[in-house]
């Protein structure tokens, strides 16, 4: 289990992970070797599971992000993981989700045009025997796009609700006064 000081470690790692051992002390109000030795056992533990460079798609080329619902024909257990293979080596998907509900998957697709995107859909899907159909949705903006997970502290998430009644019941009072 977390403690909080693990979880603030993985918050501003979340936010910058170049900081310095001693720069996330500061941060987290502990030690710099304390710090390292919880960032190495959070990757030991598989809690980090890596370190990686944000890039602009557009930077690159890649002007176009297409989500796609697939449908798969058959969903049996060796026809399911032959798709998650093929969606993993296509280097056009860039997330892939297995998901509940109308579709059975659900990818984000980047491609540096229309042209390409059609091309990823003759190779990738129209000769896939078990897509039965696929819907894609080209994205005109993308609103938000943040690859980090909430982490709340211990205390946020004991106090927090505590604290926060407290002040309506003052402020209730107060107005009552």
Do not use: H, W
């Not at 289990?1 to 992970?17: H, P, S, V």
């Not at 892939?96 to 980047?110: E, K, N, S």
């Not at 009644?165 to 003052?170: I, L």
Request: with cysteine; hydrophobic share 50%.
């Amino acid at each position: 289990m977390l403690d909080d000081l693990d979880r603030r470690l993985i918050a501003a790692l979340q936010k910058n992970n170049r900081l310095s051992f001693a720069e996330l002390a500061e941060l987290v109000g502990s030690s710099a070797a304390s710090c390292m030795r919880r960032v190495n056992k959070l990757r030991a533990d598989r809690v980090i599971i890596a370190d990686i460079v944000l890039v602009d798609p557009k930077a690159l080329g890649k002007s176009l992000t297409v989500v796609v619902n697939v449908e798969l024909d058959r969903e049996r257990l060796d026809l399911v993981d032959e798709f998650k293979r093929a969606m993993r080596a296509a280097k056009e998907v860039t997330q892939c989700y297995m998901v509940t509900g109308d579709a059975d998957f659900v990818l984000i697709v980047a491609v540096e045009d229309v042209e390409a995107f059609d091309v990823f859909v003759k190779t990738k899907l129209y000769t896939n025997p078990n897509v039965r159909k696929f819907r894609s949705m080209i994205t005109l903006d993308r609103v938000k796009f943040e690859p980090r997970i909430l982490v709340q502290s211990l205390f946020t998430l004991i106090f927090l609700p505590q604290l926060r009644v407290y002040f309506e019941v003052s402020i209730a009072l107060a107005a009552a006064i």
